[in-house]
C-alpha cells in the first residue's frame, strides 16, 4: 500500500461548489504540506502543519483552508471553488527530525467548470 | 524567502547522450537541496539530496548532482540517457527542519529523450 494516499484522484465540479480533498499517510510523519501545481510554476505551497495543533499558511492559501483531523490526515478544503483554481494538488509529508526530504501523495487532479 | 531557477522547460536529448538539468537558488543560509522526478500521471519521486558533507551526491537511477556554493548551484546530471528517464524533473531547496521543511520548487524541466 501506497505511504501517502490522496482521495479523491480526479474530480470534476462546479464553480460556486465546496470540495474537501483528502490525505492520509502511514509514514508516521509529523509534518504535512498541501501543494498545488500549475504548468509552468512548478510547486506551490498552500498549508503546512507541524502537528495536529500547528497549522501554517503557505505561499498562495487564499480560497483555501485545511484541517488536521489526526497525526496521519490532513484534508484541503476549497470553500467555493472557482474555475483558477483548477490544477493538480499535492500532499506531502515529512519527519521533523534528521530526514528533511518531503514524500508525496500521487495527486489529484481538480477542475473548477 | 528561497528562490529556485531551473534554466531550460524543455530539454531533449539523445539516448545515450549526457543529461544535465541546471538548477541554481538564492539563500541567505546554507541551503538543503533537492531533485525531485515526476513521471506522467504520478506523484513527485526523491532522485537526490545534499545536506550536509560531500558535495557530489549521486542518487537513484544513476543520477547524481554538485552543489557548488560558490556558483550557488545544484545542477542534476547523468552520463547516458534513458528513453525511461523521460519525465518532469523538479529542484527544490530548504532551510530544513527549523523552518517546517519549507520547500521552494524551481518550474520543471520536462525532459525528452530521443531514440
Known amino acids: 500500500d501506497a505511504d501517502v494516499t490522496q482521495t479523491p484522484r480526479n474530480r470534476i465540479t462546479k464553480t460556486g461548489k465546496r470540495i474537501m480533498l483528502e490525505c492520509s499517510q502511514t509514514?508516521?510523519?509529523?509534518?504535512m504540506y498541501w501543494y498545488r501545481q500549475d504548468p509552468g510554476l512548478g510547486l506551490r505551497l498552500i498549508y503546512y502543519s507541524f502537528d495536529v495543533k500547528d497549522i501554517n499558511k503557505g505561499e498562495i492559501s487564499d480560497g483555501y483552508s485545511v484541517s488536521r483531523q489526526a497525526q496521519a490526515k490532513f484534508s484541503l478544503s476549497l470553500e467555493s471553488a472557482i474555475p483558477n483554481q483548477t490544477a493538480l494538488y499535492f500532499c506531502?509529508?515529512?519527519?521533523?527530525?534528521?530526514?528533511?526530504?518531503?514524500?508525496f501523495g500521487p495527486g489529484t487532479r481538480l477542475t473548477v467548470t | 524567502a528561497q528562490s529556485v531557477t531551473q534554466l531550460g522547460s524543455h530539454v531533449s536529448v539523445s539516448e545515450g547522450a549526457l543529461v544535465l538539468l541546471r538548477c541554481n537558488y538564492s539563500?541567505?543560509?546554507?541551503?538543503?537541496l533537492f531533485w525531485y522526478v515526476q513521471y506522467p500521471n504520478q506523484g513527485l519521486q526523491l532522485l537526490l539530496k545534499?545536506?550536509?558533507?560531500?558535495?557530489l551526491v549521486k542518487g537513484i537511477n544513476g543520477f547524481e548532482a554538485e552543489f557548488k556554493k560558490s556558483e550557488t548551484s545544484f545542477h542534476l546530471t547523468k552520463p547516458s540517457a534513458h528513453m525511461s528517464d523521460a519525465a518532469e524533473y523538479f529542484c527544490a531547496v530548504s532551510d530544513g527542519p527549523n523552518t517546517g521543511n519549507q520547500f521552494y520548487f524551481g518550474t520543471g524541466t520536462s525532459l525528452t529523450v530521443i531514440p
Open positions: 509514514k508516521g510523519h509529523d509534518r
Open positions: 539563500s541567505s543560509v546554507p541551503p538543503y
Open positions: 545534499y545536506t550536509t558533507g560531500a558535495t
Open positions: 506531502a509529508t515529512s519527519h521533523g527530525g534528521e530526514t528533511y526530504e518531503q514524500y
